[in-house]
């Protein structure tokens, strides 16, 4: 492999140059031949955007199954006969529902690390895209594999959706570590990422609409030509890279080319470095830091509704509202923090180390501080303010540790948030079964140790993170540093220049 080398200014205004050049030809610009006065929307904001109704498409299609299967276990009336009988479509028990809504999971774990090597070297756009292609054929077949296989089959089906769509996030990290400027991380990837709780928060309250109106049946099939209408898009409108997109102008090019830094001059199939990244405590900060928000947020998605019925003493219709508007808050919480981290940023007000752990750590502060109100005070009133005041904060942590391995180790981003989301999904498996453990009894006090428990992890994640996070490239995520350590000989400055984008003949 060969190996990188430290440009001066002119030689990467040289470069520069002769990317746009062979890119573009000799058109000032892919808009020159627009008015003036139109500015054309950036290209990296059309994909902040497409990611977001990925990411709305993806919970969609994971969390729609918890509000069908009650359609599909519930009582109907229906005349045989003459006579009004009632049936039920499927007969199964808790226990085996259980094990319906948790057969995502098995699938989700096992895919994340695999679909960070696997967008590295495919890369992102295919592997995103795939991803959410597949889940959309599996979602759309899902009433078919119930009403023909029952639930085994159905069970088998949730597993492969689950390792579709764990190739996804990491896939969104690898991507924008090619397109993300360094001043506008943090709110190119809290917009992305919010679209999955934009997605929980559309789909639970519709889901049940449909059903009422159409039949179980129809969640998965709108959910799921919705998703494949959104793939058809993806792959027509989305690039790779800022190089490889064919209508990018000029000088959103040359800004992201200028401010990309060193994912713009990695090699494509660099060996990953697994035991420094595991040796590494800013990548343990990240990965304890998922851990924690997924703790929480897990929590309150599969734990929320039962608690504001059995204790609240809400009716379902009404608790499937009010659990609804947590997600609400979050995606503007999110959105909100990544636009601040990056106002903070670009007015070099704090370093980028500070502005991780300012987010963070305030994030957890936040949602440990109301976690423990809601557990201490417990009123109608009170416990829906302090709860979704947890979630929606929990939105500042994103700012943190979602934005930070493209802060440590831009070229292996999408292996990093892999690891992470691993971590993270367990957590997703074990914090409802904890929830579940604690309150058997469906009592205040029961109540009161999850929310208690859930604060605890907060407070240890905030302190974690603020000791071991960083914001500044790893020696390890070098390439200029690690090219050393190759026994290889230099190649030219055009080999070089190209192995970024290696396998794109335009550019060669």
């Not at 601040?340 to 994030?363: E, Y």
């Not at 690891?419 to 498996?429: F, K, L, P, Q, Y």
Request: proline fraction near 5%; aromatic fraction near 12%; charged fraction near 15%.
């Amino acid at each position: 492999m060969s190996e990188p080398v430290e440009y001066g200014p002119d030689e990467r205004t040289s470069i520069r140059e002769s990317f746009m050049h062979q890119v573009h030809g000799d058109d000032e610009s892919p808009s020159s031949g627009q008015a003036k006065w139109i500015k054309p929307v950036p290209k990296r904001y059309i994909l902040a955007v497409m990611m977001f109704l990925g990411c709305c498409n993806l919970y969609s299609m994971r969390v729609n199954l918890s509000v069908a299967v009650v359609a599909m276990v519930a009582n109907k009336t229906v005349n045989v006969n003459g006579t009004n009988v009632v049936v039920k479509d499927f007969d199964w028990t808790p226990g085996m529902q259980g094990i319906l809504l948790g057969a995502f999971f098995w699938g989700y774990t096992i895919t994340q690390i695999p679909g960070g090597w696997l967008s590295n070297y495919f890369g992102g756009k295919v592997m995103y895209g795939l991803g959410v292609l597949c889940s959309a054929v599996f979602t759309v077949l899902t009433p078919l594999a119930a009403l023909v296989g029952g639930l085994p089959l159905l069970v088998v089906l949730r597993i492969f959706e689950g390792l579709c769509e764990g190739v996804t996030y990491p896939s969104i990290q690898t991507l924008w570590s090619k397109w993300a400027p360094t001043l506008e991380r943090s709110r190119l990837i809290t917009i992305a990422f919010s679209g999955s709780y934009a997605g929980t928060m559309i789909s639970l309250p519709l889901s049940g609409v449909i059903a009422a109106e159409l039949g179980w049946t129809w969640i998965f099939y709108i959910f799921g030509v919705l998703a494949l209408v959104w793939s058809a898009a993806w792959f027509w409108i989305t690039a790779e890279s800022p190089v490889d997109h064919k209508t990018i102008t000029s000088e959103e090019l040359e800004y992201i080319i200028d401010s990309a830094g060193a994912s713009y001059v990695q090699c494509k199939r660099a060996p990953v470095p697994v035991i420094d990244i595991l040796k590494s405590l800013p990548f343990w900060a990240i990965a304890v830091a998922h851990f924690v928000e997924n703790w929480g947020f897990y929590t309150l998605l599969t734990q929320l509704p039962t608690f504001l019925n059995d204790v609240m003493h809400f009716d379902l219709s009404q608790a499937g509202l009010l659990a609804a508007l947590p997600y609400l808050v979050m995606v503007v919480f999110i959105q909100t923090g990544g636009h601040l981290a990056d106002c903070i940023q670009s007015h070099q007000w704090l370093s980028t180390t500070a502005i991780r752990k300012l987010f963070n750590c305030s994030g957890f502060i936040a949602q440990t501080i109301f976690m423990a109100t809601a557990a201490y005070m417990m009123t109608p009133v009170s416990a829906i303010a302090c709860l979704t005041l947890a979630v929606g904060f929990g939105g500042f942590a994103w700012a943190g540790f979602a934005v930070n391995p493209l802060d440590i180790a831009p070229q292996f981003a999408g292996i990093i948030w892999g690891i992470s989301n691993t971590g993270a999904s367990v957590a997703g498996i074990i914090a409802p079964t904890v929830a579940g453990y604690f309150t058997m009894h469906r009592l205040i006090e029961e109540w009161r140790l999850v929310f208690y428990l859930a604060a605890g992890i907060y407070c240890v994640g905030a302190l974690f993170y603020g000791i071991f996070a960083s914001g500044n490239l790893e020696p390890w995520a070098d390439p200029c540093k690690n090219s050393k350590k190759d026994n290889q000989q230099n190649s030219d400055l055009d080999d070089d220049v190209v192995e970024y984008e290696s396998g794109h003949d335009e550019l060669k």
